[in-house]
């Protein structure tokens, strides 16, 4: 193989596991809306990655009332977001799961509340986020 073609080689393998393990830059913290079957409010995702490892934090409001979470999973695959999070809600353990995808400094997901003991349905619906800060 002549030296040009091992270099050709070389390069096309380099942009081939560039490209493989590329992720877009996720962390921030995102600002916005989620509204439901019944209700509507504020919304705010914040990402963290350390050492290859992602942290998520996910705040919400009903009316005047802020909500913290506890994030139980988290999956990031690219531009993708998976995320499951519990929090107490009017004396009710609740859980949802979040599923969405960035774009453009965007996050755009619909979500899915069941009660944590029995896993009926409370509430679904949608929710989009700007980021604010990286």
């Known amino acids: 193989m002549s030296w040009q073609a091992a270099w050709a080689q070389i390069g096309i393998t380099f942009c081939f596991l ?15 809306k989620w509204e439901g079957m019944t209700a509507s409010g504020d919304f ?9 490892s992602w942290k998520a934090k996910v705040t919400f409001s009903i009316g005047e009332t802020a909500v913290a979470t506890t994030v139980s999973e988290l999956k990031v695959d690219g531009g993708d977001l998976e995320i499951t999070y519990v929090f107490e809600l009017g004396g009710v353990k609740l859980q949802s799961r979040l599923k ?11 979500y899915r509340t069941q009660t944590l003991a029995e ?6 619906g949608s929710c ?6 990286a």
Request: charged share 20%.
């Open 128 to 133: 989009t986020a700007k980021r604010t800060t």
């Open 18 to 32: 560039f490209s493989a393990s590329a992720q877009p830059d996720l962390v921030g913290s995102y600002q916005g």
């Open 100 to 110: 969405g995808s960035f774009r453009n400094g965007e996050f755009s997901g619909k």
């Open 44 to 52: 705010e995702l914040t990402l963290q990655q350390q050492d290859g």
């Open 119 to 124: 896993g009926s349905l409370v509430d679904e």
